[in-house]
């Protein structure tokens, strides 16, 4: 008997959730203004390790930016499953809800008790399941604090504008809303495009300027010698689908040293001619087992292109504490990840914690 009331359970919290529909992020106005105001106070310069030129971890505004893109949980990473997938898939959606009613990998939680948050964190988590990754806008914010100047009668300095040749989902846009730059940002993708819009209408400064191009990078070319600062985080090549659209680049150049020749290359090109002098691009990139040399390639391209590379910052990923195992949703016990990093670029030696560099460029 008490086998049929667990499923009994489990099958009633399944068809809840599924009336319910998709637990994508707020929008309501209340929530997302009180989500900026967040953002917007926060003490930056505590994320600003300058002696080891680390931006540290706070995830402030990225939920906001997440409200926006709610086409962000059916995009594919590569083979992995997306969260859209398993919310559509009754097998594993009740597989996920068991894994929080049981407390075998979640705080435990009757089917009441169980929260958007807590439906939203377990469908990222699930076994084979990969979600699009979105910047910080937080450290985002402290980039352009390090490298931009901001409007200041007292130093007589005027705000800069950054160009983001790759905008993704609002973390780099809003954190040039915090940091009160103007911004210049580039992306084929038509949803994602429509929903970084949306974000400029609600939250962008008056006084500010914000250029949102529905376009590859690759064919964007500023006036030269007029910007202050590039900075993005590129496309790994075809590993996330970000669109269909035909610009996207992956679908453009469809072979690895097309695109790498092509978009990467010619982007930076572009970020060269657009800088003024003694001016700097920062590009946030890593090695991945599906590009085993995005940092060496992107390094040597930005050199080929005539940047210098004076500097690389380290944007901290995570913190890992405890044991050397951790749980997975399927119970059983995995070995935590460990700096097993083969490449040029050796990450800073602090234990607990990964990073990904982000390469400075001089022009």
């Not at 009994?8 to 929008?27: E, I, M």
């Not at 609002?170 to 940091?179: D, K, M, P, Q, T």
């Not at 819009?197 to 008056?206: F, L, T, V």
Request: hydrophobic share 30%; proline share 5%.
């Amino acid at each position: 008997m008490i086998v049929i009331e667990e499923v009994d359970t489990l099958q009633q919290a399944h068809n809840d959730w599924k009336r319910k529909g998709f637990p994508v992020y707020p929008t309501e106005r209340n929530w997302r203004d009180n989500i900026f105001n967040q953002l917007v106070n926060f003490k930056r310069d505590t994320l600003i390790d300058r002696k080891n030129k680390i931006i540290g971890q706070s995830a402030h505004g990225l939920n906001l930016a997440w409200s926006y893109m709610p086409h962000s949980w059916g995009i594919k990473c590569g083979k992995m499953k997306t969260p859209l997938e398993i919310w559509d898939d009754e097998e594993h959606l009740k597989k996920g809800i068991n894994k929080i009613l049981t407390g075998t990998f979640f705080k435990k939680k009757p089917a009441h008790q169980i929260t958007d948050s807590d439906m939203r964190s377990m469908l990222r988590r699930y076994t084979g399941t990969q979600m699009v990754s979105n910047f910080r806008p937080t450290a985002a914010a402290a980039m352009y604090d390090i490298f931009v100047d901001k409007d200041s009668p007292l130093e007589g300095t005027e705000a800069g504008t950054v160009w983001d040749p790759s905008m993704g989902y609002g973390g780099r846009l809003l954190g040039a809303i915090a940091a009160g730059v103007n911004y210049i940002g580039t992306d084929p993708c038509i949803p994602t495009y429509e929903g970084l819009a949306m974000i400029r209408s609600d939250y962008g400064h008056e006084h500010k300027e914000y250029s949102l191009l529905r376009q590859g990078s690759e064919t964007y070319i500023p006036n030269e010698n007029s910007i202050d600062f590039v900075f993005t985080s590129p496309p790994y090549f075809g590993w996330e689908a970000y669109g269909d659209e035909p610009e996207q680049s992956s679908i453009k150049f469809d072979t690895s040293e097309e695109w790498k020749e092509k978009f990467l290359k010619k982007t930076i090109a572009n970020a060269y001619h657009a800088l003024k002098p003694g001016k700097f691009l920062a590009l946030n990139v890593a090695n991945t087992k599906q590009y085993k040399t995005f940092e060496e390639d992107t390094v040597d391209l930005a050199t080929e292109v005539g940047f210098e590379h004076t500097d690389t910052w380290w944007l901290s990923l995570s913190t890992q504490q405890g044991g050397s195992a951790v749980s997975t949703l399927d119970g059983v016990q995995e070995t935590k990840q460990k700096q097993k990093y083969m490449g040029r670029y050796k990450r800073p030696n602090i234990p607990g914690r990964k990073y990904e560099p982000t390469f400075i460029f001089k022009k």
